[in-house]
């Protein structure tokens, strides 16, 4: 039993950083470039964003991401950056870039786009390394609604009443009995997906806080000094990464029914 346990924690950590790919190089390159950076001649955040192009070559070249994935990034580029303009424009300014750019539009450097594609691209590629399978899945037409409620959530919120509360109620009630089956070595293991959902929100929460001290946003309590960000965003990265896990699957097949070779 040990032996197993031992080896599938092995094979459970290999799957989930190949599945990172994408997202670990971007914040690694985000590390690096905070306490070394030599080109005078390109704004850090530029080099940030021809970075991730370059490396979304090299994923597709050698194979090591399919264009169905690739597909979601350009979808989740697109979805992010319409919520980022509106979320640091002059009007709101929920949180700001403090470098210069010229790759961008307002205040927007588009590198911004690929961190939003970094969680499409996780999802993507788990999905299909852990072989996902759930059981009491909802009606895929509810949860296209609840999404669409979350993502307008996220502008509307600033004009009129703020209903994220009601959001991850309705969540709740929807989700409360599924369960998702993801398998590591031979066997299938289980968790339910409302818990796995918060696993995966807690991880872009310590990203966050990673990204906003080494200077790639500031949220406007961090402009004098950098302090840990608020554990309230956690409400945040658990409905965008909802909107995100729709988004997912309606390019990965969602097989629902428990899987017979199951763990005990």
Not at 85 to 92: C, E, G, P, Q, V
Not at 239 to 259: A, D, Q, T, Y
Request: proline residues 3%; hydrophobic residues 55%; charged residues 15%.
């Amino acid at each position: 039993m040990i032996k197993t346990f031992i080896f599938e924690f092995i094979q459970f950590g290999l799957k989930q950083a190949y599945a990172c790919l994408f997202g670990g190089f971007l914040l690694l390159v985000m590390v690096v470039t905070k306490y070394w950076y030599p080109l005078e001649s390109l704004h850090r955040y530029d080099f940030i964003f021809l970075a991730a192009i370059v490396f979304q070559l090299f994923l597709l070249l050698f194979k090591l991401e399919t264009w169905r994935e690739s597909l979601v990034i350009v979808v989740f580029h697109v979805v992010a950056t319409i919520m980022e303009l509106f979320k640091t424009s002059d009007a709101i300014g929920s949180w700001y870039y403090p470098e210069a750019y010229y790759f961008g539009i307002a205040n927007v450097p588009l590198f911004t786009g690929f961190m939003y594609s970094a969680v499409g691209s996780y999802l993507t590629r788990v999905w299909r390394i852990f072989d996902f399978r759930f059981s009491y899945y909802p009606a895929k037409y509810l949860t296209v609604i609840l999404v669409t409620l979350i993502y307008l959530n996220f502008f509307t919120h600033h004009f009129i009443w703020d209903i994220r509360w009601w959001l991850l109620g309705f969540t709740v009630v929807l989700f409360f009995r599924t369960q998702i089956y993801f398998k590591v070595a031979t066997e299938y293991r289980s968790m339910p997906l409302l818990f796995g959902w918060f696993l995966v929100a807690l991880f872009i929460w310590f990203a966050e806080n990673v990204a906003t001290f080494v200077d790639i946003w500031h949220y406007p309590e961090q402009a004098e000094v950098w302090q840990l960000v608020s554990l309230a965003k956690l409400s945040s990265w658990y409905l965008l990464m909802l909107l995100s896990f729709v988004l997912v699957s309606f390019v990965n097949p969602v097989r629902v029914g428990s899987p017979k070779n199951k763990a005990v």
